[in-house]
C-alpha cells in the first residue's frame, strides 16, 4: 500500500536486454529536459485522464519534455501489449509510458510500465487498485514513479499545498484556509470565512494543519484536522501567538508569542499544551523553523538593529546571524533535505526569494518583484512555492491579486498555480502515504 486505500503489485519484467536503465542527472535535466512519451492508457476512458494529469505534472517539473501525441507511430493499444522500440526512439523519445485500466463498479485497476527506450528495457512495472475516486492520486503516485526512476531522487507529486484563499476589497479582505493537491486540483475551502486565517502549515504526517485566526478577536494558533474536520485552539496563552511550524516529529509546534511589546519564540508540547521559551530580551523573534533532524531552529528578528536571520540550537540558546546582504531577510524555512534555507529578502523597496546555506554562506536570489513573501518547499527540497502580489492602483485596492508561484532551487521553470481565488501563505505537505 502506497496511500490510503490504493494497492500495488509489481508487474513481472519484460523485453529485458540486461542493459541497465538510465538515470539522467537532475542539473543535465535542467538544460536538456528528458524526452518522453505518454500515450493514454488502454481499456478505459480514465486511461486518457490518468496520461494527461502524468503528462501535466512531468511537463510542469522543467526536468522532462512530453513527446507531441501527433508524433506517435504505435497506437496506445498496441503500446501496452508489446513496445516497437524503434517506433519510438524515431520520434526522439528516450522513455516511454504505457498502461492499461481495468474498471468494475467503483473498483480500479491501474497497470503501469515505464520503458527505457535505448536499452529497449522495462525500468518500472507496477499494478494499482483503488477506487475510482482514487484515479487522480493514482496519476500523481506513477509521477513519482517515473520522477524517481528516471532522476534517482524522490518525487514531490502525491502531495498537497494548503494556504490562505482571498476575496473582497483590499482594505476588507476575507481569508480562508483552503487545500488543493499540488497542481491545483481538487480545491476545497476548510474556514467558512467568518473569521481571518493566516499563515497554515502541515503536520509531517499531512492529516493536521496549524494555522492563525482571529477567532473573537484574539489572534490565536489553531489546530485543524483534515481526517474530522474539527479544529481546535492550540493553547490559551497569554499575549498574540502566531507563526507556527511543527516539529519534524510533530510532538510539538514551535511559535512566537507577542507579549510586552516584544515577541518571543515558544515551543509548545502537543500531548501536554505546555510552553517553554526559547528566546528573550528586546526585540521581534518571530517566523521559527526547525531544521530537519530537529536540532536548530532559525527565526529572524530585529536584536540587532534590523530584520535578518538567525539559527540557534533547538533548546534555545547559541543563536548566531547567518544573513548579512542588503536589506532585511524573514520568513525562513528549512529545506527537508538540510542543505538549504529558502527567505524573503526586502531591499530598495524590492522583494525576492533567495536560498542560502545554513551557515549563511551561498546565498542566491531565485526571483525577484514587487510583492513576494512565503516561501515553501516541496518534500524532496527541489522546488520552493511563494505567493506574489501586484500593485494597487488606487487607495481603494483595485487592480491587486496574490498569486502562488512555484519555482526550481536553481531559479528556472518559474510558473504561476491557478487558483480559484486571491491566495497567498503556501505550505507544501510531505508525500501522502
Known sequence: MVAPGIWTTPLPAAAQTGSPPTIVDITRARTEPIPIAIPDMAGSPLGAQISRVITNNLRSSGLFRPVDR??????????????????????????????????????????????????????????????????????????????????????????????????????????????????????????????????????????????????????????????????????????????????????????????????????????????????????LDVSPCFSPDGSQIVFNSDRGGDQQLYVMDAGGGGARRISFGNGRYATPVWSPRGDLIAFTRIARGQFAIGVMRPDGSGERILSEGWGMEGPTFAPNGRVLMFYRESAARDNRGSGYSARLSSIDIAGFNERQIVTPTDATDPSWSPLIS
Do not use: C
Not at 494556504?163 to 475551502?189: C, H, K, S
Open 70 to 283: 501527433q508524433a506517435f507511430i504505435q497506437t496506445p493499444e498496441a503500446a501496452a501489449a508489446t513496445p516497437r522500440f524503434q517506433d519510438w526512439r524515431v520520434i526522439g523519445a528516450a522513455a516511454l509510458v504505457t498502461g492499461k485500466v481495468d474498471g468494475s463498479g467503483d473498483r480500479l485497476r491501474v497497470e503501469f510500465r515505464l520503458w527505457d527506450i535505448l536499452p529497449e528495457q522495462q525500468a518500472l512495472g507496477t499494478a494499482y487498485n483503488a477506487t475510482s475516486s482514487n484515479w487522480r492520486q493514482i496519476a500523481h503516485i506513477i509521477s513519482d514513479d517515473i520522477y524517481k526512476r528516471m532522476l534517482g531522487e524522490t518525487g514531490y507529486f502525491n502531495t498537497r499545498i494548503a494556504y490562505i484563499a482571498e476575496t473582497g476589497p483590499r482594505d476588507r479582505r476575507v481569508r480562508r484556509l483552503a487545500i488543493m493537491d499540488q497542481d491545483g486540483e481538487n480545491n476545497r475551502f476548510l474556514t467558512d470565512g467568518q473569521f481571518q486565517a493566516l499563515t497554515p502549515r502541515f503536520h509531517p504526517d499531512a492529516t493536521r494543519i496549524a494555522f492563525m485566526s482571529y477567532q473573537r478577536n484574539e489572534p490565536r494558533v489553531y489546530l485543524f484536522n483534515l481526517e474530522s474536520g474539527r479544529q481546535e485552539v492550540l493553547g490559551n496563552f497569554s499575549g498574540m501567538t502566531l507563526s507556527p511550524r511543527f516539529s519534524p516529529d510533530g510532538r510539538s509546534v514551535v511559535l512566537s508569542s507577542v507579549r510586552g511589546g516584544d515577541a518571543n519564540i515558544f515551543v509548545v508540547d502537543m500531548a501536554s499544551r505546555r510552553e517553554r521559551q526559547l528566546t528573550s530580551g528586546g526585540g
